[in-house]
């Protein structure tokens, strides 16, 4: 059983260009987090998410974030117009009742 | 709202000795507790998780760490370290044990010295 899966590892990008991360979760697991590591920082939660549904995004910046867990296909997590505040790794987590499984993570350069 | 802290944001040990690593949470309702250890440039691995069943926590590794609802803490140990121990340790809790988001402390950097 394949676990959480992230892709790109690494992503570097230009101030103003856009950023997709991905996250596979594991078989079975409807439900998706996403948290972000700032460098020196513990994981912060940006935003939990079930099958089409945003279920908790209290954690997410208002603006230049979103997120989607489509039907199909994997959880994205788009960040538009990146800033050098936007370097970070992004990890996701997916859960099927409880426990939290986590990605190895997106980190993303912004340069 | 939960919160965490974690003493120490680095901690030197020697091979064989004891390692304590430190945490308090605060919660308004009663709390679930996790460690999470994260090795270099990998994602988070569950250590051991306290769900209002034993205040004494068994988790992998032979790390063990025990509720003290009086202190607010969920301190980690483990009898002897491991040089292949060296790693990031997180502290987090949740509100319950179902789907909620973790609240994360900051952690702590274990270094094991030979």
């Known amino acids: 059983n394949a676990g959480v899966m992230q892709n790109p590892r690494h992503l570097v990008r230009r101030r103003g260009q856009e950023a997709r991360l991905r996250c596979s979760p594991m078989?079975?697991?409807?439900?998706v987090y996403w948290y972000r590591q700032l460098p020196e920082e513990g994981l912060k939660f940006m935003v939990y998410l079930q099958k089409e549904n945003i279920i908790d995004e209290s954690g997410m910046p208002k603006e230049r974030f979103s997120a989607e867990f489509p039907k199909e296909g994997p959880s994205i997590l788009r960040i538009q117009q990146v800033v050098r505040g936007d370097s970070a790794a992004y990890f996701c987590?997916?859960?099927?009742?409880?426990?939290?499984?986590f990605g190895p993570g997106t980190r993303l350069t912004v340069t | 709202a939960q919160s965490v802290t974690q003493l120490g944001s680095h901690v030197s040990v020697s091979e064989g000795a004891l390692v304590l690593l430190r945490c308090n949470y605060s919660s308004s309702v009663p709390p679930y507790l996790f460690w999470y250890v994260q090795y270099p440039n990998q994602g988070l691995q569950l250590l051991l998780k306290?769900?209002?069943?034993?205040?004494l926590v068994k988790g992998i590794n032979g790390f063990e760490a025990e509720f003290k609802k009086s202190e607010t803490s969920f301190h980690l140990t483990k009898p002897s370290a491991h040089m292949s121990d060296a790693a990031e340790y997180f502290c987090a809790v949740s509100d319950s044990a179902g789907n909620t988001p973790l609240v994360f402390g900051k952690g702590t950097r274990l270094s094991v010295i030979a």
């Open positions: 987590a997916s859960s099927r009742q409880s426990e939290q499984y």
């Open positions: 306290y769900t209002s069943a034993a205040t």
């Open positions: 078989k079975g697991h409807s439900h």
